[in-house]
């Protein structure tokens, strides 16, 4: 489809729990990128994928943070052991080719942890 | 450092009304400049790309400019409307890792 599709819309976690967010990109694009924004301040970028393969972690907090995007399933994006400092909508985009090239974004996962 | 910072943090306009918002960024290298629409609830809807040769693209009643001497850019709204009120996100890719360097975003209200 023409959309970066996000699944699911909201999800609440206990602190502690784990929680699991996916994101099926658009078809034909090689690139995923995944966000955090809190509070709707600045997107913070965690990692992102050319076709399976991790293209850049530098953002990740890998204590706790892991990500996936496997030939024909949806990416994930998982948290381990959620924090309150976790809350956040988390969105996830694609791109064609590349990282200097237009993206297109999912309408976002917000993760509140309680 | 690389940042993006925008101006004003917040503006209320009535309907029909024009206005501009403003983005300087001290990006180097310098890759494009792209304005993103963020409506609430929603992900970031691109509206410009420009790369260093561009100094103005229009997308319907957005238009941007973009001085690459000065690292200054601007997102002109025309004739403003109920569902233009959003938030308006200047990202810059560059610097060494080429990577997005976003902007806290200009909230726009348009009021009727």
């Known amino acids: 489809g023409e959309e970066v599709a996000q699944t699911p819309k909201h999800l609440v976690r206990g602190e502690g729990q784990k929680a699991k967010l996916y994101c099926a990109p658009i078809?034909?694009?090689?690139?995923v990128f995944w966000y955090q924004q809190v509070l709707k301040n600045e997107f913070k970028f965690l990692i992102s994928?050319?076709?399976?393969?991790?293209?850049?972690e530098t953002g990740m907090p890998k204590e706790r943070f892991s990500a996936k995007c496997l030939p024909n399933s949806p990416c994930s994006l998982e948290i381990q052991a959620t924090k309150l400092e976790d809350s956040a909508v988390y969105f996830c985009?694609?791109?064609?080719?590349?990282?200097?090239?237009?993206?297109?974004f999912g309408s976002g996962t917000r993760l509140t942890v309680v | 450092k690389n940042q993006v910072e925008q101006s004003p943090q917040s503006l209320i306009i009535l309907e029909g009304k024009n206005c501009t918002l403003q983005?300087?960024?001290?990006?180097?290298?310098?890759?494009?400049l792209r304005w993103y629409k963020q409506d609430t609830g929603r992900g970031p809807v691109s509206l410009t790309i420009?790369?260093?040769s561009e100094n103005t693209k229009s997308n319907g009643r957005y238009t941007a400019t973009l001085d690459a001497d000065t690292k200054q850019s601007s997102l002109h709204i025309t004739a403003s409307q109920l569902s233009d009120s959003a938030s308006y996100i200047c990202?810059?890719?560059?610097?060494?890792?080429?990577?997005?360097?976003w902007g806290l975003g200009t909230s726009l209200g348009v009021n009727p």
């Open positions: 985009a694609s791109s064609q080719a590349g990282v200097s090239y237009g993206y297109t």
């Open positions: 078809k034909g694009h090689s690139y």
């Open positions: 994928f050319q076709n399976e393969n991790v293209f850049d």
């Open positions: 983005c300087n960024y001290t990006v180097s290298p310098f890759s494009n």
């Open positions: 420009m790369t260093f």
């Open positions: 990202v810059v890719n560059g610097g060494n890792n080429r990577k997005l360097i």
